[in-house]
């Protein structure tokens, strides 16, 4: 199982997270598993230091909840927090710890977010800021790719130190980007109305650049998005018109492949269906064969493992879900939105054929 995998199983977890009342039941849950995905053996006393003693000033026996150790030296001092815990209140602590170690890394997490640190501005100093932070129910694969240097197979303090200031200034700059695009500054705003605007940018005119800036942005990101969804839609459905070449449903007549269109509307719809299944299923096994009345949607290409069908070529639109016993009921929708309002039983159907 590859680190994404086990990631995934943590995050699970987490769905769980109200049974858990206290910090050391969060470690236990959610930390410790983590550690272990690492590759770190948290019940090696010469590899993962529970309670790790770090003296501070003349404050002689404060503890840090582990610290791993390579080659008989600490290397990443982990505080820990419950789950509940807002983490922007305690890094404080880290700092102090971090200060009189020779650990070259700091990591804080409640169990759900986890923040690593380093000390890129003033050596010996921990930063701040994070260079790496995540929410594991949420982390991305370029997340995951920069999480895998902390492997114990992969760790090398050296080269995380070279990627890690750019990644701290690269976080930055999305969150500055994220700011100025929602809520653009009179800086920001000037800096384009000045290369569109004819003539002095006044207070009235930065005014209405301001809401036209933000009009602006929010139709090119719309845009933008509408573009990449056209363009995924469009190789979905050629790859999967090629897969469906190959493997023709038997209710499907030679004779009537000629009058098939897949329609725009239906790799939308499919792309819904995978959006709401792949909560408990991996993506890829959510396939599609389209047929002249109808678009049937599968669990791994089987036609034995329909999951639904969708009827969107006539004056109406409908839905068909499949009970335990394979009956199909017809659900009237207006739009393809409805289709969410079917999560349950779709979901529900899924877990009959994984049974």
Same mark, same amino acid.
């Given at each position: 199982m590859d680190l994404k995998d086990q990631l995934k199983l943590i995050a699970d977890r987490t769905k769980h997270k109200d049974n858990i009342q206290t910090e050391e039941a969060t470690k236990n849950a959610f930390i410790m598993p983590f550690l272990q995905s690492l590759g770190y053996d $948290? %019940?090696?006393p010469l590899e993962v230091v529970p309670e790790f003693v770090a003296d501070i000033g003349i404050k002689k026996g404060e503890k840090i909840d582990y610290a791993i150790f390579k080659d008989g030296n600490p290397t990443i001092l982990v505080e820990c927090k419950d789950w509940r815990q807002n983490l922007n209140v305690h890094d404080g602590q880290l700092l102090r710890y971090f200060h009189v170690s020779k650990a070259k890394f700091g990591l804080l997490t409640n169990g759900i977010v986890y923040r690593f640190y380093s000390d890129l501005v003033m050596p010996n100093k921990m930063d701040e800021k994070p260079f790496l932070e995540f929410n594991i129910t949420e982390i991305k694969d370029n997340q995951v790719e920069e999480l895998k240097k902390f492997h114990k197979a992969n760790f090398d303090a050296e080269s995380i $130190?070279? #990627?890690?200031? &750019? *990644?701290? %200034? *690269?976080? &930055?700059l999305k969150h500055l980007l994220n700011k100025e695009l929602t809520e653009p500054t009179p800086e920001f705003v000037k800096y384009f109305a000045k290369q569109v605007y004819p003539s002095v940018v006044t207070a009235r005119v930065l005014e209405q650049f301001t809401e036209l800036t933000k009009k602006s942005i929010q139709q090119y990101i719309s845009d933008l998005i509408t573009e990449r969804l056209k363009n995924a839609l469009s190789k979905e459905g050629e790859k999967n018109k090629s897969e469906s070449s190959n493997e023709i449903s038997a209710e499907q007549n030679l004779d009537d492949i000629s009058k098939i269109n #897949? #329609? &725009? &509307?239906?790799l939308e719809g499919f792309l819904i269906v995978k959006t709401i299944l792949r909560q408990n299923i991996p993506a890829t096994r959510v396939t599609y064969r389209d047929a002249q009345s109808y678009f049937a949607i599968f669990l791994d290409d089987n036609n034995r493992k329909v999951v639904c069908r969708l009827y969107l070529n006539g004056g109406k639109k409908y839905i068909g879900l499949f009970d335990e016993n394979k009956k199909e009921t017809k659900n009237e929708i207006e739009t393809l939105d409805d289709i969410f309002k079917f999560s349950i039983e779709l979901l529900k159907t899924i877990e009959l054929y994984e049974k």
């Open positions: $948290v %019940f090696n $130190v070279n #990627t890690a200031s &750019e *990644m701290k %200034f *690269m976080n &930055e #897949t #329609t &725009e &509307e239906e």
